[in-house]
């Protein structure tokens, strides 16, 4: 997948001359357009419906029609004034939005509808922020005729935007944290209400179904813990059997006494073990590795159960090999994080081996290809985290993401760029000082120069953590003072004739 880019400080005219030339390019060479998004993307497998398409009747990038007539507003008070209902999906508590918006409404039922600076309705905030309560009320009041609106700054739909929201949330957890939580149930009660509102089957599923199936991103409805899937499942048995059968393949190489000769490309599931372990695989590791992979694959055809380190456990119990492999310092974690790797190297995020031999129309074995698909079909490197392999990578602090991102509300592009600037070490607080200290030869030459540095270097980092961690309480505090029950009431006091009613439920 990839996406046309213009050089930096080009005006409008050349970054379409350039775009529109790369995307010549592309389609020449079998790519085509996702949706009629900005992205390209490409099959190896030369029977998938985009290889079938003449480049010519490729989809064009749907051309943003907004344009900005009106000013954004000057500070705070001003966006209150302006555009007061926008203002109270963002800030409000979420048991005063509805009221704010049927006295607006009351006063005047156009307000649900009106769009500020950036062509967003209400609606479309609403579905922003994942408030499902002003979403409730909007669509109450009538604000349906607006699920189709894009015609706005972000070319977007409100379904698109939640959408988009949940894709940002995740991804920016995954590549800061390697830890994601799931789709959170705001986000997903904001997307159920906005399909059925649009007449988007949910398969008959209950709220709660809704809510329970999509956590983890399932789109099948047949899941296993609600994000293996039946197409990933045998992927992984098919590996797992396969590395079991190439490996008993190499036994004879075994001599008595003697670890296996390190020969390269002699099987990947050895490329996954620490190379202190590499030159000491005797036969006896060598036979509780296979094991392991043998239970895998038992795991994965005879149960319904999902990999995981205490069920290899449980099954791996008592072996003799296995418990020789443990002691000698290999993990079950090796074997588990193999097989995924293994898998995804033959799908189509890899040479497409697997599609090749499974897809096929002409092999008489429909097995796979009978299975549904899901949304987590090629989720690797998702499934390697939920089975318990440990991510590779830094890790940004919990309480440093957690003041940055509101989760209740989803990333801005500003914060997403911020926090990845911050991942990168090019982040620096607009408000505090260089605080490096500048080095000199005498420093240098303190043999224990490099302690204290780290020292010093740790120090300010927890400085930092700490000042991260308290961030949301400050928030709060200063929310409280000034916020929620003050612009409530502000909100209320624009109205022609003032009042309100008790919150809707």
């Given at each position: 997948m990839c996406r046309p880019k213009s050089?930096?400080?080009?005006?409008?005219?050349?970054?379409?001359?350039?775009?529109?030339?790369?995307?010549?390019?592309?389609?020449?060479?079998?790519?085509?357009?996702?949706?009629?998004?900005?992205?390209?993307?490409?099959?190896?497998?030369?029977?998938?419906?985009?290889?079938?398409?003449p480049a010519e009747a490729d989809a064009d990038r749907s051309e943003n029609e907004f344009v900005p007539t009106k000013p954004a507003p000057a500070d705070r008070d001003d966006f209150m004034r302006t555009y007061p209902l926008h203002?109270?999906?963002?800030?409000?508590?979420?048991?005063?939005?509805?009221?704010?918006?049927?006295?607006?409404?009351?006063?005047?039922?156009?307000?649900?509808?009106?769009?500020?600076?950036?062509?967003?309705?209400?609606?479309?905030?609403?579905?922003?922020?994942?408030?499902?309560?002003?979403?409730?009320?909007l669509l109450k009041f009538g604000a349906a005729s607006d699920l189709n609106k894009h015609v706005n700054k972000d070319g977007m739909i409100p379904l698109e935007r939640i959408e988009d929201t949940m894709r940002s949330t995740r991804e920016l957890a995954e590549l800061l944290m390697h830890k994601w939580e799931g789709y959170s149930r705001n986000e997903l009660k904001v997307q159920l209400i906005l399909k059925r509102e649009m007449g988007i089957s949910v398969h008959g599923q209950t709220d709660e179904e809704y809510l329970e199936n999509r956590k983890w991103g399932c789109t099948c409805g047949e899941c296993d813990e609600g994000w293996l899937s039946p197409r990933m499942?045998?992927?992984?048995?098919?590996?797992?059997?396969?590395?079991?059968?190439?490996?008993?393949?190499?036994?004879p190489q075994f001599q008595r006494g003697q670890p296996l000769p390190e020969i390269p490309g002699l099987a990947h599931q050895f490329d996954y073990l620490p190379p202190n372990l590499r030159t000491k695989v005797y036969k006896t590791f060598y036979n509780g590795y296979v094991t392991i992979f043998e239970n895998l694959y038992v795991l994965l055809d005879q149960t319904e159960g999902v990999p995981s380190v205490p069920r290899l456990r449980t099954?791996?119990?008592?072996?003799?090999?296995?418990?020789?492999?443990?002691?000698?310092?290999?993990?079950?974690?090796?074997?588990?994080?193999?097989?995924?790797?293994?898998?995804?190297?033959?799908?189509?995020?890899?040479?497409?081996?697997?599609?090749?031999?499974?897809?096929?129309?002409?092999?008489?074995?429909?097995?796979?290809?009978?299975?549904?698909?899901?949304?987590?079909?090629?989720?690797?490197?998702?499934?390697?985290?939920?089975?318990?392999?440990?991510?590779?990578?830094?890790?940004?602090?919990?309480?440093?993401?957690?003041?940055?991102?509101?989760?209740?509300?989803?990333?801005?592009?500003?914060?997403?760029?911020?926090?990845?600037?911050?991942?990168?070490?090019v982040y620096e607080d607009e408000d505090s000082e260089d605080e490096e200290e500048e080095e000199n030869y005498s420093d240098l030459l303190n043999p224990h120069y490099e302690e204290a540095a780290a020292g010093r270097r740790q120090a300010r980092l927890d400085a930092?953590?700490?000042?991260?961690?308290?961030?949301?309480?400050?928030?709060?505090?200063?929310?409280?003072?000034?916020?929620?029950?003050?612009?409530?009431?502000?909100?209320?006091?624009?109205?022609?004739?003032?009042?309100?009613?008790?919150?809707?439920?």
């Open positions: 050089p930096e400080g080009s005006n409008p005219e050349e970054d379409a001359r350039v775009q529109d030339r790369q995307a010549a390019f592309l389609r020449k060479n079998n790519f085509r357009r996702i949706g009629r998004t900005r992205f390209f993307g490409y099959s190896p497998n030369p029977e998938h419906p985009s290889r079938l398409l203002f109270a999906i963002i800030n409000l508590p979420k048991q005063n939005v509805a009221s704010v918006i049927e006295a607006y409404h009351t006063q005047d039922p156009s307000t649900v509808h009106k769009q500020d600076h950036n062509g967003f309705t209400p609606l479309y905030v609403a579905a922003a922020y994942a408030n499902a309560s002003a979403l409730k009320a499942r045998f992927r992984l048995e098919t590996e797992a059997a396969l590395s079991k059968e190439n490996m008993t393949v190499l036994a099954l791996c119990k008592g072996d003799r090999d296995v418990n020789f492999y443990l002691k000698k310092g290999g993990k079950f974690e090796y074997a588990l994080e193999s097989m995924v790797e293994g898998a995804k190297s033959q799908s189509c995020l890899g040479d497409s081996m697997f599609e090749e031999i499974w897809e096929s129309e002409n092999d008489t074995d429909d097995e796979y290809r009978k299975l549904p698909r899901c949304a987590n079909d090629l989720e690797f490197d998702f499934v390697k985290r939920m089975i318990g392999v440990p991510p590779k990578g830094p890790v940004l602090p919990p309480e440093m993401l957690s003041s940055a991102v509101d989760s209740e509300r989803g990333p801005t592009s500003l914060t997403l760029k911020m926090l990845v600037n911050m991942m990168s070490g930092r953590r700490a000042a991260a961690a308290k961030a949301p309480e400050k928030r709060q505090a200063e929310a409280s003072s000034a916020g929620p029950d003050l612009a409530f009431q502000k909100l209320l006091s624009f109205l022609p004739q003032g009042g309100v009613r008790a919150p809707i439920n």
